[in-house]
């Protein structure tokens, strides 16, 4: 049944028929215009027919590994099926090869640690992959990380492609395992910014002296610490719970509702990146670790399954985030993790939120597995506002769609539009900060933060047309799939691994 739109919704409308009168909205990738004369728009308004921002958090896949065998027969999506790796024992040998179909679900992890990072790199050669810890199954000698999925293998995320938007210039901010970029999604930054930290930047994942623990941020246990690296290389700890601004900062100073879709329980979950983020997390007067019963906390944080609902009801707020319990993190299978963002698409589609909605899936690293795309270098050292420096940034290529009724038409199987702006996980809060009129947390959103020579993200606005009141794309809607279960080892491999 369709539902009426809401007051805000047709004030949109109306932003959309200015811009079919010809007014630009979109200049330059990454850039507005606003019309001569226009009002200032108060923060919190709305620049756009996009009101609502889903994004789904993801987990350790490579651009090459999900999408480089994605058919693309304009010849526009900078993808490889073929692979690199160099011979340790015969220097200046390099081995090119078609990787092979990638399992579903994998044997094992393969390494995706700092130190990893630079052993895939190999100097910038790209070569490496290969040789990182957990790259050879033992048992068969296959090189998993090599490898990629295929036709049949990951059908409904090949169709978003397709149809709707993806970027093949997705950068992760951070070179390593998952924690720090979770942080830089929700922050813009991961404390390279923050005078606080004296610009210091998360360098590992949090170390739980309790085994088991499944969550990282303000409410890890006592004596918990996590590895932050200076401007210089020097290494120290700190509890990983921190002071510096974040995305639902800015949403309630302009009065805008947000909510994290959680797995499990709603309350703990390591990959949440707002649970180290101590205005969000800790109640007023408690003190990390942080325990004490917080309201703000339980009005936003809430069931994943409950965007079903909202969806539904049209109640979806300005900003989510959606982080399923199938992250795809191996073993664990991209099937089931595919399944959770159908579903949730789908309910968004068929609710009367769709036609003011981008949804954003996101994948935080590269997971070990393959790209043979050599990430750009961030080159500030200083110790003023240049934040971002080579120790930390970039790290490989990762996946990004975007699914909106507003991305452009492109020359895709389907009319998919490709996106060959440059994007890090700072370009999430860019795209919130320009939706709804916000200003910067002066992190890596603001662009006065960056030296000339240091790539810029982008801010998503390059894969969208207002050019009409009627959006370009229609509705996708998609089935889930039956998954191939988990074999006793991988279950029990599942029980002892480190989930990042």
């Given at each position: 049944m369709h539902r009426t739109r809401s007051a805000r919704q047709h004030a949109v409308r109306t932003v959309g028929a200015l811009v079919a009168l010809g007014v630009a909205l979109l200049a330059v990738p990454g850039h507005s215009l606003e019309p001569a004369g226009a009002a200032v728009r108060a923060p919190g308004d709305p620049r756009s027919p996009i009101e609502h921002i889903v994004f789904v958090i993801k987990e350790n896949r490579s651009f090459d590994h999900y999408f480089g065998a994605l058919p693309d027969p304009g010849d526009d999506l900078n993808g490889s099926t073929t692979a690199a790796c160099y011979r340790k024992a015969t220097p200046?040998?390099?081995?090119?090869?078609?990787?092979?179909?990638?399992?579903?679900?994998?044997?094992?992890?393969?390494?995706?640690?700092?130190?990893t990072f630079y052993t895939a790199y190999h100097g910038g050669k790209m070569d490496g992959f290969c040789h990182e810890r957990g790259a050879i199954v033992k048992a068969t000698g296959e090189d998993i990380a090599d490898s990629q999925m295929q036709a049949g293998d990951i059908p409904n995320y090949w169709a978003y492609a397709k149809t709707y938007g993806i970027a093949d210039r997705m950068f992760a901010s951070w070179r390593g395992a998952s924690f720090a970029n979770n942080v830089f999604a929700i922050a813009g930054q991961s404390g390279r910014y923050s005078t606080l930290l004296d610009r210091r930047a998360i360098y590992?994942?949090?170390?739980?002296?309790?085994?088991?623990?499944?969550?990282?941020?303000?409410?890890n246990s006592a004596g918990t610490t996590v590895s932050m690296i200076d401007l210089v290389g020097q290494l120290s700890e700190v509890f990983p719970c921190f002071g510096f601004p974040s995305i639902p900062s800015l949403l309630d100073d302009a009065g805008l509702d947000w909510r994290f879709y959680s797995a499990q329980d709603g309350s703990h979950f390591v990959h949440s990146g707002i649970a180290a983020i101590d205005s969000i997390r800790c109640a007023p007067g408690d003190a990390p670790p942080c325990t004490d019963p917080n309201p703000y906390w339980d009005a936003h944080v809430t069931d994943g399954a409950r965007i079903l609902d909202d969806a539904d009801a049209g109640d979806l707020p300005a900003v989510s985030w959606f982080l399923p319990k199938a992250t795809e993190h191996p073993p664990k299978?991209?099937?089931?993790?595919?399944?959770?963002?159908?579903?949730?698409?789908?309910?968004?589609?068929?609710?009367?939120?769709?036609?003011?909605?981008?949804v954003v899936v996101w994948w935080d690293e590269w997971g070990g597995f393959y790209d043979h795309v050599k990430p750009a270098t961030a080159e500030g050292v200083d110790d003023g506002v240049t934040g971002l420096n080579e120790l930390i940034s970039?790290?490989?290529?990762?996946?990004?769609?975007?699914?909106?009724?507003?991305?452009?038409?492109?020359?895709?199987?389907?009319?998919?539009y490709a996106s060959h702006a440059f994007y890090s996980h700072a370009s999430f809060a860019r795209f919130v900060e320009w939706a709804f009129s916000l200003p910067t947390m002066d992190a890596a959103d603001d662009l006065a933060?960056?030296?000339?020579?240091?790539?810029?993200?982008?801010?998503?606005t390059d894969f969208f047309d207002f050019s009409s009141t009627t959006p370009p794309k229609g509705e996708l809607l998609l089935s889930a799939r039956a998954c191939s279960p988990l074999n006793a080892a991988q279950k029990a491999y599942i029980r002892i691994w480190n989930d990042d």
């Amino acid at each position: 049944m369709h539902r009426t739109r809401s007051a805000r919704q047709h004030a949109v409308r109306t932003v959309g028929a200015l811009v079919a009168l010809g007014v630009a909205l979109l200049a330059v990738p990454g850039h507005s215009l606003e019309p001569a004369g226009a009002a200032v728009r108060a923060p919190g308004d709305p620049r756009s027919p996009i009101e609502h921002i889903v994004f789904v958090i993801k987990e350790n896949r490579s651009f090459d590994h999900y999408f480089g065998a994605l058919p693309d027969p304009g010849d526009d999506l900078n993808g490889s099926t073929t692979a690199a790796c160099y011979r340790k024992a015969t220097p200046g040998v390099v081995d090119t090869f078609t990787m092979p179909r990638a399992h579903d679900p994998m044997p094992q992890d393969v390494s995706h640690a700092n130190w990893t990072f630079y052993t895939a790199y190999h100097g910038g050669k790209m070569d490496g992959f290969c040789h990182e810890r957990g790259a050879i199954v033992k048992a068969t000698g296959e090189d998993i990380a090599d490898s990629q999925m295929q036709a049949g293998d990951i059908p409904n995320y090949w169709a978003y492609a397709k149809t709707y938007g993806i970027a093949d210039r997705m950068f992760a901010s951070w070179r390593g395992a998952s924690f720090a970029n979770n942080v830089f999604a929700i922050a813009g930054q991961s404390g390279r910014y923050s005078t606080l930290l004296d610009r210091r930047a998360i360098y590992g994942n949090p170390q739980d002296p309790i085994a088991g623990s499944h969550t990282w941020g303000c409410d890890n246990s006592a004596g918990t610490t996590v590895s932050m690296i200076d401007l210089v290389g020097q290494l120290s700890e700190v509890f990983p719970c921190f002071g510096f601004p974040s995305i639902p900062s800015l949403l309630d100073d302009a009065g805008l509702d947000w909510r994290f879709y959680s797995a499990q329980d709603g309350s703990h979950f390591v990959h949440s990146g707002i649970a180290a983020i101590d205005s969000i997390r800790c109640a007023p007067g408690d003190a990390p670790p942080c325990t004490d019963p917080n309201p703000y906390w339980d009005a936003h944080v809430t069931d994943g399954a409950r965007i079903l609902d909202d969806a539904d009801a049209g109640d979806l707020p300005a900003v989510s985030w959606f982080l399923p319990k199938a992250t795809e993190h191996p073993p664990k299978t991209a099937c089931a993790g595919e399944n959770a963002t159908v579903k949730a698409v789908n309910a968004i589609m068929q609710g009367p939120d769709w036609d003011s909605t981008a949804v954003v899936v996101w994948w935080d690293e590269w997971g070990g597995f393959y790209d043979h795309v050599k990430p750009a270098t961030a080159e500030g050292v200083d110790d003023g506002v240049t934040g971002l420096n080579e120790l930390i940034s970039y790290g490989f290529r990762v996946p990004l769609l975007v699914i909106s009724p507003w991305v452009k038409d492109g020359t895709l199987d389907n009319g998919g539009y490709a996106s060959h702006a440059f994007y890090s996980h700072a370009s999430f809060a860019r795209f919130v900060e320009w939706a709804f009129s916000l200003p910067t947390m002066d992190a890596a959103d603001d662009l006065a933060n960056y030296i000339a020579t240091e790539p810029k993200p982008a801010n998503l606005t390059d894969f969208f047309d207002f050019s009409s009141t009627t959006p370009p794309k229609g509705e996708l809607l998609l089935s889930a799939r039956a998954c191939s279960p988990l074999n006793a080892a991988q279950k029990a491999y599942i029980r002892i691994w480190n989930d990042d």
